[in-house]
């Protein structure tokens, strides 16, 4: 790996992945300053075959002296090096980036430009789709009636300034406002409609103050050092690389702040009566989540997936949401649109025959009638899990 | 043709921010342009429906002004910065002292940039050896930030160069 460091930026090049990445900001008062990166350029050069990736993601800030040395430099190397493809990966969230390298595929076809953006994710259109962003209210609203009395066990205090990053449609933003009055608070997300549906919200019930940002969990434009309590809520489990957005969540954590995280085991879910049809659907669930490189069976392993990533005193505690939390129709609700979402999109896009989907469905109406059955028990675990940022 | 959108008249707009320096100070050191864009347009991104988003590409139009006025200004007086806002449209003004000769650079930069070939011209700009063209700063706002440009006299010894800019509707 080759690497170097300027005040402001860093350019890297990584051989495995044949990605060089430039970092930071870019805005130099004379060509010269632009020595550093040309070089790792050039090196990279020498290495790659096939394809070049140049990864700008987080490349935040470049000037027109900065961009007009990387163009000529790549417009050069293109056309010295006709063998290679060099793609330029941009991000939505880096508002400008896309159409100022954009330009670049103009000059040379194997210059091409790609905003990562969509499909990052396996799960993510699953996880995008309106019918699930519904039912993530509900969820929120009966995991509140816990996590209210929980996150103080872990360090959340009024007048923190907080992240919730991976906030979904932000209602647990909104509850942590209301509740803990932070002195600032972030919500992030990738998904444009969760974040409309937030702001929404927000108007709607004249909530201010909770800034609302657009971005990769993975690689976050927020400032290192910045947040008391960072939470990253039933996400971990849904992102196939969950060690890359732990990473980040402590970069931005300050030290001796805290991170917190919920995940689930979907496996563990119960309800009786139909106890077993209940427990082999969910059984069926984790594996139907592996399959498209999620882990919903994440909970028990946010421990050592904390310890890990650099965090110390680490705290861990589980709960249960069930049926006698509030109006059992609440618990219906979230396990119907379950339902649908695993044994309609999923289950179909992974290629279940109708006997298989026909079963898979049985365990959710078990798990349905158990909740509103009046002698009826119906459990959904959660497991909480916190660690500090070492001083 | 000539499709170039003024800036709108200065009515209702609210003013949010005021810098006044000595250009001599300002024009000191480089990093006064990126330390000031990235100031304001933190300040300012505030109460935008996505302030993280909407300061990069402030910062990003605001710097690029700057860096102008840093490389062509005359020196000994006053640099006067103010950012004013008007529902989704933001309105920077800079007083940069000017002798003719700049004056006229600035003039003659604001003017072309409503000539129908200004992305081509930007985008050759972008491509071109020798060194960089000052005025691409300016054709750049213009091309990819769709800001409306204006200059005017401000005083014998000074212009007044205004960029409006709506950004949430670029970024759509
Ligand atoms: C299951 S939802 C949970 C949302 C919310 N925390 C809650 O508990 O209601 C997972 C969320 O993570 C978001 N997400 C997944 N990967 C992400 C990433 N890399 N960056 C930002 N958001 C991400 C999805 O858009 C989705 O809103």
């Avoid at chain 1, 290495?47 to 987080?58: A, C, E, F, H, S």
């Avoid at chain 1, 705290?315 to 049926?323: A, G, I, L």
């Avoid at chain 2, 200004?73 to 940069?96: M, N, Q, Y």
Wanted: aromatic share 10%; with cysteine.
């Amino acid at each position: 790996m080759l690497d170097t460091l300027t005040p402001t930026y860093t350019a890297r090049f990584d051989e495995n992945s044949q990605e060089l990445s430039l970092i930071g900001s870019m805005r130099p008062q004379h060509e010269a300053d632009m020595a550093k990166c040309l070089q790792v350029l050039e090196q990279s050069l020498r290495l790659v075959r096939g394809t070049l990736y140049i990864n700008v993601k987080r490349l935040v800030r470049v000037n027109n002296i900065a961009f007009r040395i990387l163009a000529a430099a790549l417009v050069n190397a293109a056309t010295e090096r006709p063998d290679l493809k060099i793609k330029i990966i941009t991000s939505s969230v880096v508002g400008w980036s896309t159409k100022k390298f954009g330009v670049l595929s103009a000059v040379n076809a194997n210059l091409i430009i790609e905003e990562y953006d969509n499909e990052f994710y396996p799960g993510q259109t699953f996880v995008e789709n309106s019918d699930f962003i519904h039912v993530l209210r509900t969820q929120t609203k009966m995991t509140w009636r816990h996590e209210r009395s929980i996150l103080p066990r872990h360090g959340l205090k009024p007048g923190m300034k907080v992240a919730d990053i991976c906030s979904g449609i932000g209602d647990f933003a909104v509850l942590m406002q209301k509740e803990f009055n932070p002195s600032r608070i972030v919500a992030l997300d990738h998904s444009k409609s969760s974040l409309a549906y937030a702001r929404g919200v927000a108007e709607e019930f004249g909530i201010s103050g909770i800034e609302y940002v657009y971005g990769d969990a993975s690689e976050m434009l927020l400032e290192d050092n910045q947040f008391d309590f960072v939470t990253c809520r039933h996400a971990l489990q849904v992102f196939d690389r969950p060690e890359l957005i732990l990473k980040e969540l402590f970069r931005i954590c300050k030290p001796g702040g805290r991170v917190y995280v919920t995940n689930e085991k979907n496996s563990h879910c119960l309800g009786e009566p139909h106890g077993e049809s209940i427990q082999w659907t969910y059984t069926e669930v984790a594996k139907l989540w592996h399959h498209f490189n999620m882990d919903i069976e994440c909970g028990p392993k946010s421990r050592r997936l904390l310890q890990d990533s650099g965090f110390d005193k680490i705290q861990m505690e589980s709960f249960m949401v069930t049926n006698l939390d509030g109006d059992p129709q609440d618990f219906a609700d979230i396990i119907e649109s379950w339902k649908n979402l695993f044994a309609g999109d999923m289950a179909k896009q992974r290629g279940d025959s109708p006997e298989f989907i026909e079963r898979f469905k049985r365990g959710f109406d078990d798990h349905i009638f158990a909740a509103l059955h009046p002698k009826g028990y119906a459990g959904w675990p959660i497991w909480v899990a916190s660690g500090r940022k070492p001083l | 043709m000539n499709s170039r959108a003024e800036p709108s008249e200065k009515t209702n707009f609210a003013l949010l921010l005021q810098f006044d320096m000595q250009i001599d100070g300002f024009s000191s050191n480089w990093a006064y342009c990126d330390r000031l864009s990235s100031f304001v347009a933190r300040m300012i991104g505030h109460n935008r429906t996505d302030s993280l988003l909407y300061s990069n590409l402030f910062s990003s139009a605001f710097n690029e002004l700057l860096e102008t006025a840093f490389r062509i200004h005359a020196p000994g007086s006053d640099f006067v910065c103010r950012i004013w806002r008007k529902g989704p449209t933001d309105r920077i003004e800079l007083t940069i002292p000017c002798d003719t000769e700049l004056s006229a650079f600035y003039k003659d930069a604001v003017d072309t940039l409503g000539e129908s070939n200004l992305a081509e011209r930007y985008h050759s700009a972008l491509f071109s050896d020798g060194p960089l063209q000052p005025s691409i700063g300016l054709m750049e706002l213009a091309v990819d930030y769709k800001a409306r440009l204006s200059i005017a006299a401000a005083g014998d010894r000074a212009i007044q160069l205004v960029a409006e800019l709506s950004l949430e509707d670029v970024n759509q």
